[in-house]
Structure formats: structure tokens, C-alpha cells
């Protein structure tokens, strides 16, 4: 197994995949559709039947149940892009194999080095595979060893007739890293009741809970007068952007929270003396909390406004996704047998809230309840990205025992 995995590993780093959020095609770049096109061609390979690659590049297959009893249906999503952070092109993978605890050369003509004291989860790996870049790129195991995971699992559940599961369906899909992952999936033809992705970290990761999220743009509507005769007349509409922001939480940023705490993201300035804008993003895991935030929001231009006696202050605000908790929980066995799951097979649970989202997020909200596991990779989106081969196996065995379990205890609805 371990040999099939580090094939499909290996092989997949190799497209380049990097999405592109200033594009506006679907995928968001050219070099997805290529890994599509061969994902495809290995699923028909496998003998996979319902083999579809939409014109959006969205790929699914399934496995067919094995068994005659009334078994959910269910499905495992991967991401077929790489982070835009980092070049993806020309990734030149390093076995590291028995790893000694001691700083890895990533690159020895740039003096790049994966170091154990800048990465302390480093630490827990002595005596482990790694694969690391070579210092120039990132490595794809974000989302690509998800990819190898799902399909090592089902040819391990095809060569394990024994092993009854029921109907396996399987969804890659493109431009995950710039948020566009859930736009084009069609949750009534992929026929599952819930899916998991397999787009987490470290060895235990189980998922299910996000942030709830909005952006907003405030817009400031200034007046320009020569600055030698403005007295009385001026309104800089970069002050009323300053006073705004002065009237948000201190605290309640992105730099000084963690776990449940939720936040006002500042991420964009911009302005004259005639217009500014500020460009935030707010989370909140509780939904209420959520809905104070914005609610925060909108109380304030409206204080502005009527503070100036006009209308300068605008805002335009929209719904990112939601915490997907609300909707996982409705159907608890999501939850128990991916526990289950990890418990069968000598995996500790890390169950915490993710402070993002997942295409998980907007799935679970599309009807398709869908918490997150693991794939035993580590400082994605960058060049210190490494995989962990022994806990991307324990992700493998996780997947075929989940699809076991639901067979076996899965009988409802
Ligand atoms: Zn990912």
C-alpha cells in the first residue's frame, strides 16, 4: 500500500496546479484541467464506473456498493489545486527516510533549511518518512496526498472484496484555494447522503467545525476643496475611514485571538481625500456572535451617517460560508463513525475549530454534510511544506474503515 500511495503522490505533485483568483475561467487555470484529464483516465483505469469530468473540471467517480443491504452512500473530496501562495511548478520532491530529528537541507545552494526549531511538530516525526520540497516551490500535498489518499483506499477496498461497503463516490475538485471549490459541485449527481474531505494536517485532525463568514467593503465619500481654503468645507474621507476604524475592537483581530474567538479582519486600505475604502473580513465560529459582528457593522455607517447629516458612508457587505457544525450535527453519524474510524485504527482524535473554512463549509450548507480529516501533511502553502508518510497512511486505512463502518453501522434513512 505504502508503495501505491507514494506513486500517486509523487506522480500528482508533478502537474502544476496553482490556482489563480485574479482569473476568471473555471478552472481557474489551465494546469488543473491537465491533472482532471489524468485523474479521469486513472478512474476509468481502476474500473470505476459513473467516471465524470464536467466542463468546470469537477471530477467524480464511485465505487459501488458491494453488498445488497440498504447502505448510505457516501463520499471522500479532494482538491486538485495548489495554494496561489507558492510557485507549484517543478516540484522536486526529497525522501527523507528514518528522519534523524536534525534540520533538513532543503536547499543547499540557497542555504535553505526545514528546521526542528523554527517547526517543533518536526519533533514528533523522528524515525518517520518525510517528503519536503526542495526549497524553491511547495510541495501539493495540499490537497494532493488527499487525492492519493482516496484512491489507495478504494483500490485497497476493491482488492479487499471481504471488506462490504456501500456506494463510494468521489469528488475532486478545482480552485478550493481561492474559495471557488463549492461554486460548480452538484451535490444531487455526486448521490452521496455525506462526505468527508481529506484536506487536513497532522495525523488525528477531524474537523467539523468553521468559521461563520462575511466580507464587507466601507466606502467613504469625501469632499475636496483646495487644502488653503477648506476650513469649513473639507470632509477627508480618509479621517472618516480612520474614525470608523478606530471604533472597531482592538482586540478582536486576527493577531490577537485563537480558537473561538472570532475577529474584524482588516485586509484593505486604500483612499484620497474624495474616496476610501476598507476592506474587511469577519468571522465568528458562533453564529449569533456572527451576526452581532455585521450587525456592529451596519450600526456604525449609520451613526457616521447621520453624524455627517448625509449619506458618505456605504457599505457593502456579503456571506462567505458558515460553520458547518450546524449542519453536520443534524446527521450524527457523520461525526460517530469518523471517530470510530480513527479509533479502529490507532489514531489519537485532534478535534478542534478550524479558523477559515473548507469547501467542507459551503457543502455542508448545499445539503451535503461534510467535516474534514486528515492527511498528515504540515505548513502548507509555502516552501517548508512536508508530508508525514506514515500518518498519510493512517488517512488511507481511515478512509476504507469509514467506508466499512457505514456498511456496518451505517443502516438508516
Ligand atoms: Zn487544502
Not at 23 to 40: D, H, I, M, N, W
Not at 125 to 139: A, E, R
Not at 313 to 325: A, G, K, P, R, S
Amino acid at each position: 500500500m505504502k508503495q501505491a500511495y507514494l506513486d500517486r503522490f509523487l506522480r500528482y505533485v508533478s502537474f502544476d496546479t496553482r490556482s489563480d483568483i485574479a482569473s476568471e475561467t473555471v478552472p481557474s487555470t489551465g494546469g488543473q484541467k491537465v491533472l482532471a484529464a489524468a485523474l479521469r483516465d486513472e478512474l476509468e483505469a481502476m474500473g470505476l464506473d459513473k467516471v465524470v469530468l464536467d466542463d468546470n473540471g469537477y471530477l467524480s467517480a464511485r465505487l459501488p456498493a458491494n453488498t445488497d443491504a440498504e447502505v448510505p452512500a457516501i463520499g471522500f473530496i479532494a482538491h486538485m489545486d495548489t495554494a496561489p501562495d507558492a510557485s507549484g511548478a517543478n516540484v522536486k520532491p526529497q525522501i527523507i527516510e528514518n528522519f534523524d530529528g536534525q534540520a533538513i537541507t532543503l536547499n543547499a545552494e540557497q542555504d535553505i533549511k526545514l528546521c526542528p526549531q523554527e517547526f517543533v511538530s518536526l519533533k514528533n516525526y523522528i524515525g518517520k518518512t518525510l517528503i519536503t520540497t526542495d526549497g524553491t516551490t511547495l510541495l501539493g500535498a495540499d490537497n494532493k496526498a488527499g487525492i492519493a489518499a482516496i484512491l489507495t483506499a478504494v483500490e485497497y477496498l476493491q482488492q479487499n472484496p471481504d471488506i462490504k461497503h456501500g456506494d463510494i463516490c468521489i469528488g475532486f475538485t478545482p480552485d478550493e484555494e481561492i474559495g471557488r471549490g463549492a461554486d460548480h459541485f452538484d451535490v444531487p449527481a455526486f448521490g452521496a447522503q455525506w462526505a468527508y474531505t481529506i484536506d487536513g494536517g497532522e495525523e488525528g485532525e477531524l474537523e467539523c467545525e468553521s468559521f461563520n463568514a462575511a466580507r464587507a467593503e466601507v466606502i467613504f465619500r469625501g469632499r475636496n476643496v483646495h487644502p488653503g481654503t477648506a476650513k469649513g468645507m473639507m470632509i477627508n474621507s480618509m479621517h472618516l475611514a480612520r474614525q470608523f476604524a478606530n471604533e472597531l475592537p482592538a482586540d478582536e483581530v486576527p493577531e490577537k485571538t485563537a480558537g473561538y474567538e472570532g475577529f474584524f479582519h482588516l485586509y484593505g486600505m486604500s483612499g484620497d481625500e474624495t474616496t476610501s475604502r476598507l476592506n474587511y473580513l469577519v468571522r465568528d465560529h458562533d453564529r449569533a456572535r456572527f451576526e452581532e459582528r455585521k450587525e456592529l457593522l451596519i450600526k456604525l455607517v449609520a451613526s457616521m451617517n447621520e453624524m455627517l447629516g448625509e449619506e458618505r458612508v456605504e457599505l457593502d457587505m456579503v456571506d462567505q460560508y458558515y460553520n458547518m457544525h450546524e449542519e453536520v450535527v443534524k446527521v450524527p453519524q457523520v461525526m460517530d463513525i469518523a471517530r470510530q474510524a480513527l479509533h479502529n485504527c490507532d489514531v489519537k482524535a485532534i478535534e478542534k475549530p478550524i479558523r477559515g473554512g473548507t469547501d467542507g463549509s459551503r457543502l455542508s450548507f448545499m445539503g451535503l454534510p461534510t467535516p474534514n480529516i486528515f492527511t498528515g501533511g504540515h505548513n502548507f502553502h509555502g516552501i517548508y511544506e512536508y508530508l508525514v508518510v506514515e500518518s498519510a497512511l493512517k488517512s488511507v486505512e481511515v478512509i476504507a474503515e469509514i467506508a466499512r463502518l457505514t456498511a456496518e453501522t451505517g443502516n438508516s434513512k
